[in-house]
């Protein structure tokens, strides 16, 4: 009778080792929680935590694909690694920064203006590496079937609470500071080169060269006239 048990002991913990080993791939994933995770919650507290399976390189971004009902502008990050940022257009979120530390995970904490109003909502994950290697975590798992090698993190949430609504959105959402165009400033009109006399003031430039002219051949005839009058005054003496 012991042999038998001890045959069977060794037979489940053999196959519990397999089970084990064959399940150690999917564990490293990403997870997103909501808090409070009920539909159309405002100023909702979303969690997202990717593990790191890379032995060489670290968490450099993570890219979220956005259901309806979401845009990037409804996010704000805070907390996370230090330098990191929140940005995004159209309905990808983009979060990123500085490298992590291999083996090291990344855990984002996030304000969320109002969640959707569906009770399962996928948010699609790609998370990039410091050396460019990228795991796509995006599929969706089908009904009856297993779960999928790169699962798509899912938000399972509760019914809306009584009169929530979805908030009215902006006519246009504000752009990022990075693709924002600045408005254009009008060009300063060219100071003129020079300023026109006004009337009845003297005038400068050419017009005191004619004066100098004028002035020098009245000298000259005043000149002319004082030798003419010497010599006449010499002729008239004895």
Do not use: C
């Not at 080993?21 to 935590?49: C, D, I, Y």
């Amino acid at each position: 009778m012991l042999p038998t048990l001890r045959r069977s002991a060794v037979v489940l913990a053999g196959t519990a080792a397999i089970l084990v080993a064959a399940a150690a791939p999917a564990l490293a994933h990403v997870e997103v929680e909501a808090q409070p995770s009920r539909a159309l919650a405002t100023n909702a507290t979303l969690r997202l935590t990717a593990e790191a399976e890379s032995a060489t390189a670290g968490i450099a971004a993570v890219r979220i694909q956005l259901p309806a009902g979401l845009i990037p502008t409804d996010f704000r990050l805070l907390s996370g690694p230090p330098g990191w940022g929140l940005r995004g257009s159209g309905q990808v979120l983009d979060v990123r920064g500085p490298a992590l530390a291999v083996g090291r995970d990344l855990e984002l904490v996030m304000r969320v203006r109002q969640l959707p109003g569906a009770r399962l909502v996928v948010l699609k994950t790609v998370q990039t590496y410091s050396d460019g290697h990228e795991d796509a975590w995006i599929e969706v798992q089908a009904a009856g079937a297993g779960q999928p090698d790169h699962p798509a993190p899912v938000l399972r949430l509760a019914a809306p609470a009584a009169g929530a609504t979805p908030l009215p959105r902006a006519t246009s959402a504000p752009a990022s500071p990075s693709s924002a165009t600045p408005t254009p400033t009008p060009a300063p009109a060219p100071a003129p080169t020079s300023t026109p006399a006004s009337a009845g003031s003297p005038s400068t430039g050419d017009d005191s060269g004619v004066g100098w002219m004028l002035g020098g051949v009245g000298i000259g005839f005043l000149l002319l006239g004082a030798a003419l009058l010497v010599l006449r005054r010499r002729s008239r003496a004895p």
